[in-house]
């Protein structure tokens, strides 16, 4: 049995649909202990069963900064037509100086040591783009 050609585009799609989804669906476990993610996909999920929970003010199905990234990237490359690291530091500087980024977080390093992995080697002022 073979299975169906599926075009570089149609792949693309479906990644990007997957990543979206898994974001929206997941993100009210993101970063929780596995135990608390497998209790929610036992409990809640699968039962259909979904209840508020404490981490955003967001309702079931929400999507984050990461769903937000991953947008981000493919109107750069699509505007590009190739990865463009200036041109996609520009769009994520913009969804942040414009406040539309959703669900932010701190990165895990900052919340460990307020002065980062690189100390005060690492000037980044993410408002200016």
Do not use: W
């Amino acid at each position: 049995m073979s299975r169906p050609k599926v075009s570089r585009l149609e792949q693309f799609k479906g990644c990007l649909i997957g990543q979206c989804l898994g974001d929206a669906v997941g993100c009210r476990v993101e970063g929780y202990a596995e135990e608390v993610c497998q209790n929610y996909v036992n409990y809640e999920l699968k039962p259909k069963r979904i209840r508020d929970r404490d981490r955003f003010p967001f309702p079931f199905g929400q999507y984050t900064d990461d769903s937000q990234l991953a947008r981000e990237l493919i109107q750069s490359y699509i505007a590009c037509g190739q990865f463009d690291p200036a041109d996609y530091a520009q769009r994520i500087g913009a969804i942040f100086t414009e406040e539309r980024i959703v669900g932010r977080g701190q990165p895990l390093f900052l919340l460990e040591n307020p002065r980062g992995l690189l100390g005060n080697h690492l000037h980044c002022d993410y408002r200016r783009g």
